[in-house]
Each structure stands twice: as C-alpha cells, then as structure tokens.
C-alpha cells in the first residue's frame, strides 16, 4: 500500500527547512522522502485529473523500501510548494487533513541567500542589486510557470519574502489549525522548545532519543552580513510586504 501524505514542511526556501527536515528525520515513527523534497505537487508533468491514489503512487518512488511502516507519519520537506497557490489547491484536494508546517526568515536575509544558492549554482550572473530591480520584468508572465528553469523558481528573490500572500492563499484552503507558523531564529536559539511544538502539532509522542541538534547547512556559499547598500535597497524594495506580513498576520522582525 503506498504512503498517504499527512504533512508537509511546505516552506519556505532558505527558512531553514532543510535543518528541520534533519531532526525530524530522526523520529522513529515519521518518514520524509529519501531526497528530502519530493516534488511531486509542483513537478512540471503533475496532472490535475489525478486522484489521491494516482498521488500516493507518485509518492511511493521517493521513500526507501519499507518506509510504509505501520503507524508512520509520512511528509514531504518540499519548501516552494507554499509559494505557489496552484500548488496549495493540488495538496487541499489531495488531502483536506493536510498539515503544514512553515518556517520563515526575515526577508531580507531570506533574499541574500537565496542568491547565493542560485549565484553558486551557475543560474544567476546580475549582482544582487540588479537582480532585485530586474526580478519584476524576469517574473512577468511566468506567474504560474512551474518548467524546471522557469524564472519563477530561480530568481524570486523579493516575491518569495512576500509572507502576507502566502499565508493568504494558504489560510483560503486549511484551517488555521492545520498550519504550524515558525520562524528559523527559534529552531537556531530553542530547538527543543520548538521540537516539542511540531510533534505536539503532528500528534506524535517525543522521541525516546532527542534529536541531535547542530547547525546544518545546505551550500557553501558565504552569507552577506550587516549594512550594505545593497541590503539597504532589499530593506527598501521588502518593507511593504513586511508591513503586510505584520498587519494581517502579525509576523514582526
């Protein structure tokens, strides 16, 4: 029998997912794909005529062999899927009971590392600054463009800190109830406090073992730290969407 998806650690990217998928990966009773990020609701051949089986089959490829185990928790750590709203309606049709858990990051910080990544892996040649200016223009008419090199994926450097949006499409399709908000400062500085939040929100018992916390990383690109002209133009280019990620959902930096 495949594995039917109970939760998901659906965002956001460079929030810190892939430190948290780590520990949670270390409960004897929850099973994350063997990727990490399986994909599957924003793959570029997903089909909307599939049903929750046809999606549970699509599933089955990315857990190891016997991870259908009796009275496991499956989820997937994919962090774009709650940036996309076509994505949020796959996963309420596909399971109404879905949990999320979101993990944010202040947004300028988020912005810069992505950039990173992106620069490290070949997809970006603008400076950061130019980047941010042209991200309007590079994003037009590909606001539902899911093909693997859309620029929707690579250089959604401000659109992607737009936390108030997200968290708006989010909250049309599930409950307040089903959704986990953090924020990564908290996994840094209390990781047991915030552990002891997600298995309560999962319905899980603790491990009888913590976790093993410790930094974890995902690139080895250096982070651009205090003022810069250019984090000062991101600040600027960000402060609406933070005031409305405050206004409508009490998220403060």
Known sequence: MNPRIGFVLGGVQKGGTTALAHFLGQHPHLRLPAGKEAHVFDAPDF??????AAVDARYAAHFDAGADGQGCLHGDATPIYCFLPPVVERIAR???AMRWIVILRQPVDRAVSQYRM????GDESWPLWAAALLEPWRLAGHRDDLALGSPLRHHSYLARGDYARQ????????????VLLLHNHELAHAPDAVMARIWDFLGLA???QPPAYG???????????GWSPTRGLLGLLL???MRDA????????
Not at 118 to 121: Q, V
């Open 167 to 178: 968290l708006d499409v989010l909250y049309r399709h599930f409950p307040r109830g089903q």
């Open 246 to 253: 405050a206004r409508r959902h009490d998220i403060h930096w």
């Open 239 to 241: 402060r609406g969407r």
């Open 94 to 96: 596909y399971n109404p």
């Open 47 to 52: 089909d909307d005529t599939w049903d929750a």
């Open 118 to 121: 992106e620069r490290g892996r």
């Open 215 to 225: 930094r974890v990383f995902e690139g080895g690109y250096a982070p651009l730290r």
């Open 206 to 208: 603790p491990p009888p």
